[in-house]
């Protein structure tokens, strides 16, 4: 399984310094929301970070302007790039086709997606599916038990990533379990004491 | 009825120069969402922008993250935030919640909310509702028909605001039919010849 760790609402020089130290350890580093709404694409270049083993993430959210946003992803570095499952099917074929002109990889968000959207949206063979929930949503969530319900739905899909206040357990869990092909973990490690450390222990559990 | 010119997809400094230009005019300046995801919010700043007559309305495009994304747009000074209305009732509760305590408005996108969802989320009273269609949809767009048809499904909505395709002889219209507050030009001004005086020709015919 892979480690995703996201930055998110950092000021840039710390999102910077904390991406070039976590660079050598983690499989994935996603450049959150805040950060590219704050300072922009341009900020979070993969040269200007500096990144030389990770994947570089921008956690676009995308949900429109398709070919715009993610040429432009793309083009400050981006591997991986985020669209809202609930943008139109449109937008969605337009930033897959981007991503497969490109070589690179995209990333469907799923929150908010209806019931009836889903099965319309995952039949992209090579997009990442990320099941998570809104910041907002104070719901509970078993990440396995959400892992397992999307698999049992939704066998053909092959690449599975979950968020959500993963911890070391629950990464542990889900690593076991053998579905996702990825984790994130956001707070769990960016506000830990130490967040290089933590990323360390993670990576010991998932790997 | 108001005039709002969207500029989109334009390097930094143009969309500064022309900012400045517009703001003598017309009612309230849109920065797009591709200037946000290029450049961020604090290279959009009022203060940065130099505006004193017309509102900012900053397309941030909200779909999560509502509280820290809503604050940091009102904080760098814009007048009017977006939120999808695809998102969670959760989110739309909280950029409305930040709205109102900090005395500004929220613009809500109606792009890809389902004819379920529509309904739920009609009655925040001070909110603007946004009817457009995504960019990447090609479907036919008669901009006073769905304002009818908005208003005749939701008489309770009282500002809505209308966008996609609009040009001089669908404005006139729409000032004539007298229900939207604002209406939302992009190309037809900015891609002209001259944007100041296409757009001081728009005013004339809403006005």
Redesign the interface.
């Known amino acids: 399984m892979k480690l995703q760790v996201a930055i998110d609402?950092v000021e840039l020089d710390y999102a910077k310094k904390i991406a070039k130290q976590l660079d050598p350890i983690v499989d994935i580093i996603e450049m959150g929301?805040?950060l590219?709404?704050?300072?922009?694409?341009?900020?979070l270049a993969k040269e200007q970070l500096g990144l030389s083993h990770a994947e570089l993430l921008i956690d676009?959210?995308t949900?429109?302007?398709?070919?715009?946003?993610f040429e432009?992803?793309y083009e400050v570095g981006a591997d991986i790039l985020t669209v809202?499952g609930?943008?139109?099917i449109?937008?969605l074929?337009?930033t897959y086709q981007v991503a497969k002109d490109q070589n690179r990889q995209m990333f469907i968000d799923l929150?908010?997606v209806?019931d009836?959207?889903l099965p319309e949206i995952v039949d992209f063979p090579d997009a990442i599916y990320g099941i998570h929930h809104?910041?907002?949503?104070?719901d509970n969530f078993d990440a396995t038990h959400s892992v397992e319900v999307f698999h049992k739905n939704y066998p053909n899909v092959n690449r599975i990533n979950v968020a959500g206040g993963i911890d070391l357990e629950q990464a542990r869990k889900l690593k076991e379990q053998g579905i996702a092909e990825t984790v994130i973990v956001g707070g769990k490690i960016m506000k830990s004491d130490d967040p290089i450390k933590t990323a360390e222990k993670f990576m010991k559990v998932i790997k």
């Open positions: 609402r929301t805040s590219v709404k704050d300072y922009g694409y341009y900020a676009s959210k949900i429109d302007e398709g070919k715009y946003e432009k992803g809202m609930a943008s139109s449109g937008t074929n337009t929150m908010e209806t009836t959207k809104a910041k907002d949503n104070k």
